[in-house]
């Protein structure tokens, strides 16, 4: 393309005009006739429902102090820069979005946003003066989440400190501050008359904080242009109640580098990011203030008690064009933000049955998305940030995506959470193929820790068969399968009734047993693995002596196996060894494993098998209870044949807080079923030995709620051997110490049993410690 057509693409400086803008006069709301202000209402509401912005005039600021706040904050801002940051964010200050309010007269400086050269292109002065009285007693600011939010100037004297350089820069932004508060309140009278509401709905919600620290700022002249993804302020819509900014005229009107709306370009309405989405044509308007005036434009807190009637839009201030003698642009802005403990949720859909389309939420969880505070969840807040589509998971703003609600991504997010992969390539595919295959299958263990592979070489008639016989088992009276139970409870082998606690594998302690039964058997002498920990000692070994894992096709299962079963156990496991085979192939393609590493500490297969019953219960759980608590595995690779007449039930943990995160962070997502596939997850000693490249997710089985019998069928691979020597990791993947597999697994094992802990001897602070331990996987 031409150089000319180029630079209008990179800077969007050829086709943007002026928007048109409602305005709306503050002095006819606030003093004028019952008319007058009728008319401002109507003004307000029909444009927020269309444009998503008004500019508001006659707001009665003294003569002259827009100007005067804008001359003095110039002054600071051509300041060398190692003077600016002398007043920076202090170490210790409150990281938030909300900052702090600390003092009668309080600022600091920051720089917001770079190029890759280093050039600043906007920065910020902010300031703080408001006229709320702070008790530091009150619990809303002591309080660990009040102190997310504020912090004493006693923290931070050098708050108080301003530049000498720059006479009168504390007074004239002090001045203007209490302006904006005054101004912020009258606005949000005028809102929640715009909504139909009491007209103190909004300020009776921002007793704490009128507004934020009124935000000065600079984006500097562009001597160089800026890479093509950077610009002054990327495409973004404020998470405000709403939002006050006036601008400085001089340089930036004609220069393509001021504030611009995003708009259906047919309309002229304002748009968010879904236009696209929606096939709408969109275009960026420029948005021109009047002297003395400022813009407004709603957040998104807005938009959510409105349950959309008022828009928040999308808006940017992107680079001046090339070449303009640009005198660098000054913004004074105020963010409009209710006190942090208030609820926010659709204002209307109970009086008049419309249905919300933001689901509940409050003002903390919306605007602090850094806090590590454990009332705060963490994974939605993530949500959150990904459903503007404008940033990523890091906090990294992107172009403009597919923003939604929260519950709706949720929903896209996990539906596609855990991939379904054809691995027959790693049986017949070529070199390459295979590669790609093992690699595809590895990425899957990278993300999630599981996948559902289909293409497998196990013939469908062996699961099925051994599901028909199994069941036949588990239907069958208490006193009959009790015959098969060796009297020593989980991990010796045999038939167990209720009596496995999986969130004990978490090292939760306080639930209820799992609501499941389950039988595990093996073949005869084989012994690998979680399996090999729980029967060991419990046969004499094959029959005929030739049992080996080398080569399974002699092993019969053990003789305490259920005869019903037996046969069609047997069948299962030898037709299983070519699956496994093939996951120990995709280690070791994908991880770069050496078949030294593999034969020294891993069997391919295990030779072992579990039985996992769900039974049909009319009665609700106990509180807590699940049909398996929440935890991860503990071995090496576990493959799952879900039941095709009830699959559901199985999930996982996607949120990536892992095996320490809290309930609240944690984000589900179902394991889709594909008849005849095989579900395969990371256990926790394979996951250690891959230095945690290879994830070992946390999971569960729900509740058998709709009534409906399920019984899963388990089995492994890459199952490490207990009589292994202490191992740290494959190669350069190793992060934690040597290990040995049987001490491991061992105690792993033994967490199973709800009696874990009273086997333990433990109580009060030793089981909290315990927990720590098995929350950090350490055993």
């Not at 938009?303 to 928040?312: A, D, I």
């Not at 037709?575 to 020294?600: C, H, M, P, R």
Request: glycine share 10%; hydrophobic share 35%.
């Amino acid at each position: 393309m031409g150089r000319w057509v180029w630079i209008c693409f990179v800077f969007q400086a050829c086709v943007a005009k002026y928007a048109q803008i409602q305005q709306v006069s503050v002095a006819k709301f606030a003093r004028g006739s019952t008319e007058e202000k009728a008319e401002q209402v109507q003004k307000l509401r029909t444009a927020f429902e269309t444009k998503g912005m008004v500019v508001l005039v006659d707001v009665g600021f003294p003569e002259g102090l827009i100007e005067k706040t804008m001359s003095k904050s110039r002054e600071f801002f051509e300041l060398p820069l190692h003077l600016k940051e002398k007043h920076g964010e202090p170490s210790g200050y409150p990281p938030r979005s909300y900052g702090a309010v600390t003092v009668p007269t309080g600022k600091f400086y920051k720089t917001q946003q770079k190029d890759d050269p280093g050039n600043i292109l906007n920065e910020w002065l902010l300031v703080k003066n408001t006229t709320v009285p702070i008790d530091w007693k009150d619990p809303y600011y002591s309080s660990d989440e009040g102190q997310e939010f504020y912090s004493s100037i006693s923290k931070h004297p050098e708050q108080q400190q301003w530049p000498a350089e720059v006479p009168g820069l504390q007074e004239v932004t002090g001045a203007f501050y209490r302006e904006m508060e005054k101004l912020a309140t009258t606005m949000q009278e005028l809102f929640a008359l715009a909504l139909g509401i009491s007209k103190d709905f909004f300020s009776s919600r921002s007793q704490r904080a009128p507004i934020w620290p009124v935000t000065i700022a600079h984006y500097p002249p562009q001597e160089v242009a800026p890479a093509e993804d950077k610009e002054r302020i990327q495409p973004h819509w404020d998470r405000t109640l709403f939002s006050l900014i006036t601008t400085s005229d001089a340089g930036d009107e004609d220069s393509e580098g001021g504030l611009q709306i995003l708009v259906d370009k047919e309309t002229g309405d304002g748009v968010d990011g879904r236009a696209e989405m929606e096939g709408r044509s969109t275009e960026w308007q420029k948005v021109r203030r009047p002297p003395g005036g400022f813009i407004i434009n709603v957040g998104e807190i807005m938009s959510r008690w409105s349950n959309g009637r008022l828009k928040h839009v999308v808006h940017r201030v992107p680079n001046p064009k090339p070449g303009h003698p640009d005198l660098g642009r000054i913004s004074l802005m105020a963010f409009v933000v209710p006190d942090y403990d208030a609820v926010v949720e659709c204002i209307h859909c109970k009086e008049d049955g419309s249905t919300p389309i933001y689901e509940k939420t409050w003002v903390g969880e919306m605007m602090n998305w850094g806090s590590r505070l454990p009332i705060y969840n963490q994974t939605k807040m993530e949500m959150m940030r990904m459903a503007q589509g404008l940033y990523s998971t890091k906090g990294d703003q992107v172009k403009l995506g597919d923003p939604t609600d929260v519950k709706s991504l949720e929903k896209q997010l996990t539906k596609k959470a855990i991939p379904v992969l054809d691995i027959a390539a790693l049986q017949n595919g070529t070199q390459e193929e295979q590669k790609v295959a093992a690699r595809r299958l590895s990425e899957a263990f990278e993300r999630t820790g599981f996948a559902v592979v289909t293409g497998h070489p196990v013939p469908p008639e062996h699961m099925r068969n051994l599901r028909i016989k199994a069941y036949q088992f588990f239907r069958s009276p208490l006193e009959e399968k009790k015959k098969f139970d060796k009297g020593k409870g989980y991990g010796f082998g045999g038939y167990n009734n209720q009596r496995e606690s999986g969130a004990q594998l978490l090292g939760d302690f306080s639930r209820p047993v799992d609501m499941v039964e389950s039988l595990h058997a093996g073949l005869a002498g084989l012994r690998a693995g979680v399996e090999g920990i729980q029967l060991r000692g419990t046969d004499e070994g094959a029959k005929d002596g030739h049992c080996s894992i080398k080569d399974i096709s002699g092993c019969e299962m053990e003789e305490s196996t259920p005869p019903v079963l037996s046969r069609s156990a047997a069948s299962f496991l030898h037709a299983i060894e070519g699956l496994a085979k093939l996951v120990a192939k995709a280690l070791q393609l994908s991880l770069n494993v050496t078949n030294e590493e593999l034969d020294l500490v891993i069997d391919p297969v295990n030779a072992g098998l579990r039985l996992a019953y769900y039974p049909s219960k009319k009665e609700g759980p106990k509180d807590g209870q699940m049909g398996y608590g929440q935890h991860v595995d503990s071995g090496g690779v576990t493959m799952i044949s879900l039941d095709p007449a009830n699959p559901h039930g199985l999930q996982v943990d996607i949120s990536g807080v892992g095996t320490n995160g809290k309930d609240q962070e944690r984000l589900w997502a179902d394991v889709p079923f594909i008849p005849d596939s095989f579900v395969l997850n990371v256990g926790a000693l394979l996951s250690r030995w891959t230095g945690n490249k290879w994830k070992a997710s946390v999971h569960r089985v729900l509740f058998n709620e709709k009534s409906h019998e399920r019984l899963s069928i388990i089995t492994g691979a890459l199952s490490p051997k207990i009589d292994g020597p202490a191992f740290a990791g494959f190669q350069q993947l190793a992060t934690y110490p040597p290990v040995k597999a049987e001490d491991y697994l061992g105690t792993r094992v033994a967490l199973h049993r709800a009696e874990y802990a009273e086997e333990r001897g433990l109580k009060g602070d030793a089981i909290e410690k315990e927990s720590e331990q098995i929350r950090q996987l350490n055993i």
